[in-house]
């Protein structure tokens, strides 16, 4: 279901960009900022059409994920766009590595994600703003924590299955000795 559509519109700028936000880090997939062009521009949950230089933009997302993941797709020509989306059932395998089709709602009444649609006079403002509407509608699952921060792991280097007692102290060297002298010139331990 897609709440927006759009063949065409214009957010009066002379160096667009589209912002590509992943659905999450598998594949170390990144954040990418792309020349607005014919080819689209597909984004998960949220995405960003901007100038450059003025760093006006529009901001795009989903607010409400109860079925599905969302997309927005964009594409233009010339700075003016001539494809505009924003969907619930996103399920690119480049974006999301969803390799089926999801399933199908049933029910008297099927809702699309509500979206959140804004202009700013700078879109990380209006990214800002993104973020505490999808808040306003989804509080935290996770409560209040006061006690010491938990440690996770993360397999820097690429450990895989070779994970053993040399390879997990040599994580931690490196991370010693490349982020010491963050901590120092911090003056604490971050």
Known sequence: MAPLVASKANVNGSNLQTLFVPFDN?????YKSNELSDQANISAEVGVIYDRQSRKGLVLGSLTHDSWKSGVKSAGKDNIITQLEVWGGLNE?????DSMPH????????????????????????LENYAKAAKSLTPSYIKSWAKA???GW???GVLGSKLNYGN???????????????????????
């Open 93 to 97: 395998v480049a974006v999301t590595r």
């Open 26 to 30: 598998d594949t170390f997939i990144r």
């Open 149 to 151: 921060t938990p440690v």
């Open 103 to 126: 399933g199908s709602l049933e029910g008297d009444h099927i809702k699309s994600p509500k979206v959140f649609i804004g202009y700013f006079k700078d879109w990380r403002t209006g």
């Open 154 to 156: 993360n397999s820097w």
């Open 168 to 190: 997990a102290t040599g994580v931690v060297d490196f991370s010693t000795s490349r982020y010491q002298p963050l901590k120092t010139r911090m003056g604490r331990l971050t």
